[in-house]
């Protein structure tokens, strides 16, 4: 391997600490801190200020910290016991050998690990790299894969300006900026080679050849490689290669995917990695099926057609996108520019090679699709929930000609989030105190949650409300800068003190502003919006949050509504947007609300998993029956939900104004005759037994189903092991999930 001569970037980092202090370097270099507030604390304390303006860099507050702060940090007791705790925690956690992964499926081995291939990762806010789900259910992947103890390594970008930055202008629209990463002072590591120069792999993009360096950062055991293109010796635009996540047009997009997925592969044999298995999240990566299959020939001197079984038998394909349009293509020119030569290398001709991608063959303008190469070039594939896999059977069935719709071969693994992650510390504790110290350990386990009827109702609102309180004081916060940097006037920005009330029922909605998922579906009956939120004895409120993508007008105006909607005399104090949305303000608002909403036009939200974060926090999800929540939602005796609320039930229709009409109506009729009432029926201390007996409902019938120890278990048991350490064509059982 690698870096033996240089001094690794903990190590330097360590150097300029205090004795007693020497391991926060360690930690800080392991984003294993950042998944329970014991060890955040560890990195806020040494100064909550450093801490904000850093962005919750451990690294950057550490390289920042005066020599008398960490004096004073060293010859506190107290910090120096907590820290020798976490750092044994840790140490037991890196080095633990009987994991769940080592008694079920040994074959997959550190030797040969898996490689996770995504365009995007969202580990923390202060790694932003990261836009939305996708990412998101990444991060969290890697996370469980580590608990787990499941050899698996991340393979994707490293961007230097991330996602765009969202701030909304004083009409309410959307202005997109971007802020620069600093590689040097976040968790990050160059690769070098053995001179002590950045480890490089040289590749071919748009007929020149580019230079791309590869950075590491650690999430527990998992080692996560990014790839960077920002180097001095590259051509300037080539150096913006990895400049944005989902930014630039197609020729962009498309040089970023070459990068992604030829240049992984790439990086992986230079830094001696040689995967088991290649599991292509999303189709942004399938062009690393084609550079494996190069090595392939390259080794054994066979062609294209005779290494394809062994290329499919290592590669294995998730997809997330139920709408035909949402599955990225290039057209042939573009392919023509970016392939000529490497089509040649495979010894394939112009045809043969365009076929990979083709959907429907001998159409020579037929665009090339990466859902297409992924599912030709792979052994096995999966949709994100049981309804988005048969979403995906129907749509992909032509590539399967001789086959029935039922039997094409893509099946599902429903999302779930990582349960350390999303669940607040305050309900952490209470979990600790009610379902046992090992309760993390044991997310998949039904019986283990069925004890959160043990927490007295007293118990879990008190501490239901004071993450509400919180929600509700980030919120204020949030907003009044937000007004202050947009220069509205002092009486406005002094209205920020008084938005929200933690006695109202709060209802909380976050996520990409497209026209599919309807930011603006409540507001469709305005003066009905009206009288439920302006109800004076069964006050309403809703915290919004979220970005339309910088090309999606349509988004960008639904945005605006809301935010002319928040400013309506009547409900001023009720209705709230917190700009730019990210994993931070994630954290708060699904530990805060009563209430998710979640309106897409079904089929249209693969999974989501915003609604299952709300789960492990005792919220309750109200949302159309579309993704997981299909899967989640539970009906009692009398037809009603149990668990939560169902938007629309089961009426579906494809004229896209009758199903609003639908769906709205039955937001509005649930507010107005279930939520609500069932919120305010308190007795005489001000508890709501009934809905604090759906609270528990909520988490005990989804948090065993819906975290990601599931999801690892799931993957490892049905994808990864039954292909693993197997060299020999995969048979059909393999191939159907
Ligand atoms: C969880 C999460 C998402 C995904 O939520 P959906 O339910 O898919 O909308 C997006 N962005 C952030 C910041 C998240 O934390």
Same mark, same amino acid.
């Not at 290649?278 to 057609?305: S, V």
């Not at 879990?460 to 009044?480: D, G, N, P, S």
């Given at each position: 391997m690698t870096n033996k001569s240089a001094i690794a970037p903990a190590q330097k980092l360590s150097e300029k600490l205090p004795l007693p202090l020497k391991r926060l370097a360690d930690l800080a270099y392991?984003?294993?801190?950042?998944?329970?507030s014991e060890r955040v604390f560890l990195f806020q304390n040494i100064s909550p200020e450093a801490w904000e303006r850093y962005g919750h860099n451990p690294v950057a507050v550490l390289e920042s910290a005066s020599y008398e702060r960490l004096t004073q940090l060293a010859e506190d007791p107290f910090y120096i016991k907590h820290l020798s705790q976490v750092v044994a925690e840790f140490d037991a956690y890196m080095n633990q050998q009987d994991t769940w992964v080592s008694r079920v499926?040994?074959?997959?081995s550190w030797q040969n690990p898996i490689a996770y291939f995504c365009a995007?990762?969202?580990?923390?806010?202060?790694?932003?790299v990261y836009s939305g789900g996708l990412g998101i259910l990444a991060g969290d992947h890697l996370k469980s894969a580590s608990d787990l103890g499941v050899p698996l390594i991340g393979v994707g970008l490293l961007y230097r300006q991330g996602y765009f930055r969202q701030r909304l202008n004083r009409s309410g629209w959307q202005e997109d900026y971007y802020i620069d990463n600093v590689f040097q002072q976040m968790p990050l590591e160059l690769m070098l080679n053995e001179r002590g120069e950045a480890l490089t792999i040289a590749l071919q993009v748009r007929q020149r050849m580019v230079k791309v360096q590869i950075w590491r950062t650690q999430v527990g055991r998992v080692s996560l490689y990014l790839l960077d293109?920002?180097?001095?010796?590259?051509?300037p635009i080539d150096r913006w290669?990895?400049?944005?996540?989902?930014?630039?047009n197609q020729d962009t997009r498309i040089a970023q995917e070459v990068v992604l997925g030829i240049g992984g592969v790439k990086a992986l044999t230079a830094l001696g990695i040689q995967p088991s298995i290649h599991h292509?999240?999303?189709?942004?990566? /399938?062009f690393c099926t084609l550079e494996i299959a190069w090595q392939e020939m390259e080794r054994t001197g066979k062609p294209f057609y005779d290494v394809e079984a062994s290329v499919r038998n290592r590669c294995v394909f998730t997809t997330h996108t139920?709408?035909?349009?949402g599955h990225d293509v290039f057209s042939p020119d573009l392919m023509d520019s970016h392939f000529a030569q490497y089509w040649a290398q495979l010894r394939l001709s112009r045809e043969q090679f365009l076929a990979l991608g083709?959907?429907?063959?001998?159409?020579?303008?037929e665009p090339f699709g990466m859902t297409v190469l992924a599912l030709r070039m792979c052994r096995a594939a999966n949709g994100v929930s049981e309804l988005h896999g048969r979403v995906s059977r129907q749509m992909w069935t032509a590539l399967y000609p001789d086959r029935p719709e039922n039997r094409v071969p893509i099946g599902h693994i429903t999302n779930g989030v990582h349960a350390p992650t999303w669940t607040a510390p305050l309900m952490a504790d209470l979990y600790t105190q009610y379902l046992g110290t090992d309760w993390q350990t044991r997310a998949i386990d039904p019986a283990m949650w069925a004890?959160?009827?043990?927490?007295p109702d007293a118990e879990l609102w008190q501490r239901h409300q004071v993450l509400k309180e919180r929600l509700i004081a980030f919120t204020r916060y949030r907003i009044k800068k937000a007004r202050t940097d947009r220069g509205e006037v002092g009486d406005r920005i002094h209205a920020a003190d008084l938005l929200?009330?933690?006695n109202a029922l709060t209802i909380g909605f976050a996520r990409r502003?497209?026209?599919?998922?309807?930011?603006?579906l409540l507001l469709r009956d305005a003066e009905r919006a009206l009288k439920i939120f302006g109800n004076a004895q069964r006050p309403v409120q809703i915290v919004f949050a979220g970005k339309a993508h910088p090309a999606d007008e349509e988004g960008k105006r639904i945005i605006q509504k809301l935010m002319e909607w928040c400013q309506h005399s009547a409900i001023q104090h009720r209705v709230a947007f917190i700009e730019d949305y990210d994993i931070y303000v994630a954290q708060k608002l699904v530990q805060g609300v009563d209430v998710w909403l979640n309106n897409p036009?079904?089929?249209?939200? /693969?999974?989501?998993?915003s609604g299952q974060k709300v789960c492990f926090n005792g919220g309750i999800n109200c949302s159309v029956?579309?993704?997981?929540w299909c899967e989640g939602y539970q009906v009692g005796m009398d037809g009603k939900g149990i668990n939560g609320w169902a938007i629309g039930e089961d009426a579906h229709t494809s004229n896209q104004e009758l199903q609003d009409r639908i769906d709205s109506e039955s937001l509005y009729k649930l507010l107005e005759e279930e939520i609500a009432p069932l919120y305010y029926?308190?007795?005489?201390?001000?508890?709501p037994h009934r809905w604090i007996q759906m609270m528990k409902a909520s988490i005990k019938t989804n948090a065993p189903l819906f975290n990601t120890d599931r999801m690892i278990a799931d993957y490892v048991t049905?994808?990864? /092991?039954?292909?693993?350490?197997?060299?020999?064509t995969p048979s059909l059982a393999q191939v159907i999930v």
């Amino acid at each position: 391997m690698t870096n033996k001569s240089a001094i690794a970037p903990a190590q330097k980092l360590s150097e300029k600490l205090p004795l007693p202090l020497k391991r926060l370097a360690d930690l800080a270099y392991n984003y294993w801190w950042s998944w329970t507030s014991e060890r955040v604390f560890l990195f806020q304390n040494i100064s909550p200020e450093a801490w904000e303006r850093y962005g919750h860099n451990p690294v950057a507050v550490l390289e920042s910290a005066s020599y008398e702060r960490l004096t004073q940090l060293a010859e506190d007791p107290f910090y120096i016991k907590h820290l020798s705790q976490v750092v044994a925690e840790f140490d037991a956690y890196m080095n633990q050998q009987d994991t769940w992964v080592s008694r079920v499926a040994p074959q997959i081995s550190w030797q040969n690990p898996i490689a996770y291939f995504c365009a995007e990762f969202g580990i923390h806010e202060s790694l932003p790299v990261y836009s939305g789900g996708l990412g998101i259910l990444a991060g969290d992947h890697l996370k469980s894969a580590s608990d787990l103890g499941v050899p698996l390594i991340g393979v994707g970008l490293l961007y230097r300006q991330g996602y765009f930055r969202q701030r909304l202008n004083r009409s309410g629209w959307q202005e997109d900026y971007y802020i620069d990463n600093v590689f040097q002072q976040m968790p990050l590591e160059l690769m070098l080679n053995e001179r002590g120069e950045a480890l490089t792999i040289a590749l071919q993009v748009r007929q020149r050849m580019v230079k791309v360096q590869i950075w590491r950062t650690q999430v527990g055991r998992v080692s996560l490689y990014l790839l960077d293109t920002d180097r001095e010796d590259n051509d300037p635009i080539d150096r913006w290669l990895t400049g944005h996540l989902y930014g630039g047009n197609q020729d962009t997009r498309i040089a970023q995917e070459v990068v992604l997925g030829i240049g992984g592969v790439k990086a992986l044999t230079a830094l001696g990695i040689q995967p088991s298995i290649h599991h292509l999240n999303e189709g942004h990566a /399938a062009f690393c099926t084609l550079e494996i299959a190069w090595q392939e020939m390259e080794r054994t001197g066979k062609p294209f057609y005779d290494v394809e079984a062994s290329v499919r038998n290592r590669c294995v394909f998730t997809t997330h996108t139920p709408v035909p349009a949402g599955h990225d293509v290039f057209s042939p020119d573009l392919m023509d520019s970016h392939f000529a030569q490497y089509w040649a290398q495979l010894r394939l001709s112009r045809e043969q090679f365009l076929a990979l991608g083709a959907k429907r063959l001998g159409d020579p303008w037929e665009p090339f699709g990466m859902t297409v190469l992924a599912l030709r070039m792979c052994r096995a594939a999966n949709g994100v929930s049981e309804l988005h896999g048969r979403v995906s059977r129907q749509m992909w069935t032509a590539l399967y000609p001789d086959r029935p719709e039922n039997r094409v071969p893509i099946g599902h693994i429903t999302n779930g989030v990582h349960a350390p992650t999303w669940t607040a510390p305050l309900m952490a504790d209470l979990y600790t105190q009610y379902l046992g110290t090992d309760w993390q350990t044991r997310a998949i386990d039904p019986a283990m949650w069925a004890d959160v009827d043990r927490i007295p109702d007293a118990e879990l609102w008190q501490r239901h409300q004071v993450l509400k309180e919180r929600l509700i004081a980030f919120t204020r916060y949030r907003i009044k800068k937000a007004r202050t940097d947009r220069g509205e006037v002092g009486d406005r920005i002094h209205a920020a003190d008084l938005l929200l009330d933690p006695n109202a029922l709060t209802i909380g909605f976050a996520r990409r502003f497209s026209q599919y998922k309807r930011g603006n579906l409540l507001l469709r009956d305005a003066e009905r919006a009206l009288k439920i939120f302006g109800n004076a004895q069964r006050p309403v409120q809703i915290v919004f949050a979220g970005k339309a993508h910088p090309a999606d007008e349509e988004g960008k105006r639904i945005i605006q509504k809301l935010m002319e909607w928040c400013q309506h005399s009547a409900i001023q104090h009720r209705v709230a947007f917190i700009e730019d949305y990210d994993i931070y303000v994630a954290q708060k608002l699904v530990q805060g609300v009563d209430v998710w909403l979640n309106n897409p036009r079904r089929p249209l939200e /693969a999974s989501g998993t915003s609604g299952q974060k709300v789960c492990f926090n005792g919220g309750i999800n109200c949302s159309v029956l579309d993704g997981w929540w299909c899967e989640g939602y539970q009906v009692g005796m009398d037809g009603k939900g149990i668990n939560g609320w169902a938007i629309g039930e089961d009426a579906h229709t494809s004229n896209q104004e009758l199903q609003d009409r639908i769906d709205s109506e039955s937001l509005y009729k649930l507010l107005e005759e279930e939520i609500a009432p069932l919120y305010y029926d308190r007795d005489n201390n001000g508890i709501p037994h009934r809905w604090i007996q759906m609270m528990k409902a909520s988490i005990k019938t989804n948090a065993p189903l819906f975290n990601t120890d599931r999801m690892i278990a799931d993957y490892v048991t049905r994808i990864y /092991a039954p292909g693993c350490s197997t060299i020999s064509t995969p048979s059909l059982a393999q191939v159907i999930v």
